[in-house]
């Protein structure tokens, strides 16, 4: 249930739902708990405020029953260059997130990410308080990450913090933070795009997997549920999305039968543009007739 009567949103990267007043946490971070941080605080404390570009924005997506208030630290200082990041939090799940969003290639932010709920008692991100960012300078959402927090009644929480690592060609490396009490993994992946229930699908016990035989020049998508009894399982994570090295050798081969691959860029700088079609052209005197390999195919002209 999302229920947002009142919080505060200090410039150094603090939101708070304490009604009492208490001083705006400093520029200078810490472990939690902390004396500096009121109690029922979220935390992307390290960064800062400082520019005329620099705000809050908050802003409420979806529908009643399953909304998400986005609070979003926009162009802030971290560590010497601008820095992205936003607070999440979601009515259906009452989970509450941590996005790693974007920086500048000069940013080196050093921060606390957490939730501290009373002088006490806290949940801090491994690696606070020098946390560094995971994102690039990607403005699309495709090298997001996100630290999340359930609280739900489930004991079996859903895998989180996936990273990919040792892509080649045709295969790719995924780990992923799992619940603490699962047995096992349901992963399910298939050429991006694809549905549930259409892709290969199988079951590992580690959190983490090496994925082979792919093709190159390819987008994925995965999705992973933990298994943590035979009655208790989380609820499914992603599409999580990854894709293969382009083929660099020659001679190479494209057909375009699928789509534009994602190793071919489009330029927007040149008077005719590539376009991908089946059957013929618009033009009855040029141009083919239909795909070369297969019928009712794409190709390029």
Request: glycine share 8%; proline share 5%; charged share 10%.
């Amino acid at each position: 249930m999302l229920l947002l009567a009142q919080y505060k949103v200090s410039s150094t990267g603090v939101l708070t739902f304490s009604t009492t007043t208490t001083p705006v946490p400093g520029t200078v971070n810490a472990a939690l708990p902390s004396t500096s941080i009121p109690d029922a605080s979220i935390l992307v404390w390290g960064i800062q405020g400082t520019g005329t570009n620099d705000n809050i924005v908050s802003k409420t997506f979806g529908t009643p029953g399953s909304q998400q208030h986005w609070v979003f630290f926009s162009s802030y200082d971290g560590g010497g260059s601008w820095s992205y990041w936003s607070i999440v939090l979601e009515e259906s799940t009452d989970n509450i997130y941590i996005v790693d969003q974007r920086h500048a290639a000069a940013a080196a932010p050093l921060i606390t990410a957490g939730i501290q709920i009373n002088s006490s008692a806290a949940l801090m991100v491994t690696g606070s308080p020098s946390l560094s960012n995971l994102a690039s300078t990607d403005a699309t959402a495709a090298d997001n990450r996100y630290y999340e927090f359930n609280f739900s009644s489930a004991s079996c929480s859903k895998p989180y913090g996936f990273l990919s690592s040792n892509i080649t060609t045709n295969s790719v490396d995924l780990s992923w933070v799992g619940s603490a009490n699962a047995l096992s993994y349901n992963i399910e992946y298939g050429i991006s795009g694809f549905s549930q229930g259409n892709g290969t699908y199988f079951n590992d016990t580690a959190s983490s997997y090496s994925f082979t035989g792919l093709l190159p020049s390819q987008f994925y998508d995965v999705y992973i549920q933990a298994l943590c009894d035979s009655s208790d399982s989380s609820l499914w994570a992603g599409p999580v999305s990854f894709s293969t090295l382009c083929v660099e050798n020659a001679p190479y081969l494209e057909n375009f039968d699928n789509s534009f691959p994602n190793c071919f860029t489009q330029s927007s700088n040149d008077i005719f543009n590539w376009t991908l079609n089946s059957g013929p052209t618009t033009s009855t005197t040029t141009g083919p007739t239909d795909d070369i390999t297969s019928r009712r195919r794409l190709y390029l002209y």
